[in-house]
Nanobody, 127 residues
Framework: QVQLVESGGGLVQAGGSLRLSCEASERTFSNHAMGWFRQAPGKEREFVAAISWSGGNAFHEDSVKGRFTISRDNAKNTVYLQMNSLKPEDTAVYYC????????????????????WGQGTQVTVSS
């Protein structure tokens, strides 16, 4: 069973940057796409970004395009989310997840496309 541990969250002012990291416990990490989701208080968990197992494909939710970048380092079993130009509406708990199936597709924007989740890391953006 792959285990995921997120880090890098914190409190930042609007316009600032943070880089989230998600380290996987097993080598199988490199065979699956990875995703980032977030959940704000009182709201449903929503898709942020996904990246293929090779890192050659990635897509981002429209509200974060141009500000957030997902990347991965398979040698370190780690996926990253670089977040720039942060806004108060980005405040949420951020979760990384490992895809259930190998491959790449639009099913990766859905929660049920993933079967392993991290514990989450809080990101708070002050105005």
């Amino acid at each position: 069973q792959v285990q995921l541990v997120e880090s890098g969250g914190g409190l930042v002012q609007a316009g600032g940057s943070l880089r989230l990291s998600c380290e996987a416990s097993e080598r199988t990490f490199s065979n699956h796409a990875m995703g980032w989701f977030r959940q704000a208080p009182g709201k449903e968990r929503e898709f942020v970004a996904a990246i293929s197992w090779s890192g050659g494909n990635a897509f981002h939710e429209d509200s974060v395009k141009g500000r957030f970048t997902i990347s991965r380092d398979n040698a370190k079993n780690t996926v990253y989310l670089q977040m720039n130009s942060l806004k108060p509406e980005d405040t949420a708990v951020y979760y990384c997840a490992a895809a259930t199936l190998a491959g790449w597709g639009f099913w990766l924007v859905h929660l049920d496309g993933y079967n392993v989740w991290g514990q989450g890391t809080q990101v708070t953006v002050s105005s």
